[in-house]
């Protein structure tokens, strides 16, 4: 029972991330080695974490597309590996299905958060602002609780249940997911970089690429440049400045006419 409510605070943990900024700490390389420790083994923990990442790196919510729930997917495969004592390919293959079974649920429940939000409309044409807070508040409660109940009856209930599914997955959907695992780190890049890549990027990237590939730089000394070249490009090194320059770029501009 504690193990289960402990596995079940790690989840609303995760979803606790969106209240306060995203601070990724709701991903499963963060995750992952916190059910580690509660089930006594970080470094499997962390094992499974590392590529549940890989697989839902490029699982982010843009537009009307929302991911499964990499949150709840990602806990209770790790820790139903971790339990079973089965390995990081078996957690990928669960990792999925229980990631879709968990927004399923959400999209239900998000029923219930569209009449909160009526009040929300409601405060800000009164422009009540502590009203307004305290909706956004309880929506976030709503959806810690939602992720703690889910992550905690399933982990307390199915341990046993899932060791059965996982024994009568066909081995050859194990090898296959053997197979797939080793091309999850490509793929998540890929999806990755389809999303952040354009003209103004791309040869950033490149000089990234070429530093690490052909000069030897470690992943730190990219980092530094990456760093150094945001804050150059962007003017953080004399901010003051800038906006007196382009005010009186303006005030020319405006004689002109």
Known sequence: MLTAVLIGLIGALGVMDFQFGSLYINRPIVLGPLVGLVLGDVTQGL?????????FMGAVSIGAYIPPDSIVGGILATAFAISTGN????????????????????NFLNVFNSVILRFTDKYAEEGKYGGIVATHWMIGILNVLRRFLLVFFAFYLGVDKMQGLIDAIPTVLIDGMDAAAGLLPALGFAMLMRMILN?????????????????GMPVLGVAILGLIIVVVQFG??????????????????????
């Open 47 to 55: 094992i499974i974490g590392a590529n549940l990442e890989l697989f």
């Open 199 to 215: 003209k103004q990027i791309i040869p950033y990237f490149f000089l990234g690429f070429i530093c690490a590939a052909y000069l």
């Open 87 to 106: 390995s990081t390919e078996a957690a990928i293959a669960l990792a999925m299905p229980i990631g879709l079974i968990s927004l399923a649920v959400g």
């Open 236 to 257: 953080f090194l004399n901010p003051k400045n800038e906006t007196a320059t382009a005010s009186i770029n303006e005030e020319v501009d405006d004689d002109d006419f």
